[in-house]
């Protein structure tokens, strides 16, 4: 595209799922508020994440992007960061170990605020009330008055944006993420469980690895890589007055970075080529992703990819297929051919969560954990039949033990959903069965024969 580009040339773009703020002066005032506040991230990191997001381009890693659906400001602790971190890593060390190959870690976390809506309203009652959009618009509680959207949440945003990134930035460099506290990372309620065993197991092979390195005359204690990881932060750059107002200029290299997460997606309801998202994002040197529906076809993927990645950077663009269970196969085949003949290097990872939500019979949205399985299976295959790499994962998962997603080693059932329902937008895995899942993604890869 030779059009300029300015932090601010999408405002002469239609941009779809903004909120209505009702009070321009009080919405210019917190963005330029932000405006002023230091970035979240410097630009030298997101380089270092589009140096591993290569490497997965090229088949040589693998990439784990997952957390919450929506942050919460009501869910803010460190105890629920930590968790969410802790299955991360446990996550990525199953897959590490059984894929044999790095596993860049990139969570949807410290930023994950902004929620797109099939609805501007919803029924509540016999009130139909403004759709929630996220913590940094609105509030979820069904009353006319909390749905209003407040620009005092973009602030609060950052600000809680800021403190969940230094806790994570503490703990992935301070100990916490040490291999050889590998063991400690299971939870109790994981423990007992089957997936806690194998995973029990794994972790034991890890530390007779590390003796054995130890004997071998290999300094561990030294070796940072086994004592640190790198934890990359990203949210759906959904609301793009907070991404501009946070989006500086890098002084080593003058290019724009996006400073308020190392990466940056664009959602399936937003992606319009000739739309302000894209507008915006392409401009900035971050890594970006795309999330790609059933309905994209291989002329719509080529013409975003020229969009977004113009120079064929590998790791620049990560296409985030969510084609659901049965879908996924046929649907993605035609893409994966289409851009590698284009010759355009592409992250292709699988989001098996979106493209299989359902409501129960008791009213609760959810996902069946086989269809996630699924989904990533024929993922998978098609990678195979294309002699793809299939890259990496998408998941919407926490720590605790709720019970929003069905089935998985504990079989939990539609009953059961009211026990722990605590998400405040789409259901998430639980800490077992994203354990398990790692597990099944590693086997479904090895049969496939991909690895
Ligand atoms: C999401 O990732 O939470 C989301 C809204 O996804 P999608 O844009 O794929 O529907
Ligand atoms: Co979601």
Request: charged share 20%; with cysteine.
């Amino acid at each position: 595209m030779a059009r300029t580009w300015s932090p601010s040339s999408w405002q002469s773009f239609e941009a779809q799922q903004q909120p209505d703020w009702p009070d321009e002066a009080a919405l210019e005032r917190a963005l330029k508020q932000v405006a002023s506040y230091p970035p979240l991230v410097f630009a030298g990191e997101a380089r270092s994440l589009l140096t591993s997001l290569g490497h997965v381009a090229a088949g040589n890693a693998f990439l784990l992007q997952a957390g919450d659906c929506a942050e919460s400001f009501d869910e803010f602790s460190a105890v629920n960061i930590r968790e969410k971190l802790r299955v991360i890593l446990q996550m990525a060390v199953v897959l590490t170990y059984s894929l044999g190959v790095p596993v860049v870690k990139v969570g949807r976390i410290a930023g994950q605020f902004a929620k797109p809506r099939s609805s501007s309203f919803e029924r509540i009652g016999n009130e139909d009330l403004p759709s929630f959009r996220g913590h940094i618009v609105n509030s979820p509680t069904p009353t006319m008055a909390a749905r209003v959207p407040d620009p005092d949440r973009i602030v609060q945003a950052y600000n809680q944006s800021a403190s969940t990134l230094n806790l994570l930035r503490a703990f992935t460099k301070g100990g916490f993420a040490d291999l050889t506290r590998v063991h400690q990372w299971t939870q109790e309620f994981i423990t007992s469980s089957n997936e806690g065993e194998r995973y029990e197991q794994l972790a034991n092979e890890i530390d007779r690895a590390l003796r054995f390195m130890r004997a071998c005359g290999i300094d561990t204690e030294s070796t940072s890589a086994l004592h640190e990881v790198d934890v990359y932060t990203s949210h759906e750059a959904l609301i793009i007055g907070y991404e501009q107002a946070l989006t500086r200029q890098d002084s080593l290299t003058g290019g724009w970075y996006d400073c308020s997460a190392h990466m940056l997606w664009i959602g399936e309801r937003t992606r319009q080529l000739d739309g302000a998202h894209i507008e915006f994002l392409r401009g900035v040197g971050n890594p970006l992703g795309c999330k790609i529906g059933p309905e994209a076809s291989p002329e719509f993927v080529l013409e975003l990819c020229e969009a977004l990645n113009p120079a064929r950077i590998p790791g620049r663009l990560t296409l985030i297929s969510r084609m659901g269970a049965n879908k996924v196969e046929d649907s993605l085949r035609p893409l994966l051919r289409a851009a590698r003949d284009a010759g355009h290097p592409v992250v292709w990872i699988c989001d098996p969560m979106h493209a299989n939500t359902f409501t129960a019979p008791g009213g609760r949205k959810t996902r069946h954990f086989d269809d996630i399985c699924t989904e990533i299976a024929g993922f998978v295959r098609a990678h195979h039949a294309e002699q793809s790499w299939p890259g990496g994962i998408h998941i919407e998962l926490t720590g605790d033990n709720v019970t929003e997603c069905l089935g998985g080693a504990d079989d939990i059932l539609d009953t059961q959903l009211d026990d722990r329902y605590e998400t405040v937008c789409d259901p998430r895995l639980n800490g077992r069965q994203s354990l398990d899942l790692a597990f099944r993604v590693a086997e479904l890869m090895r049969t496939a024969g991909v690895v």
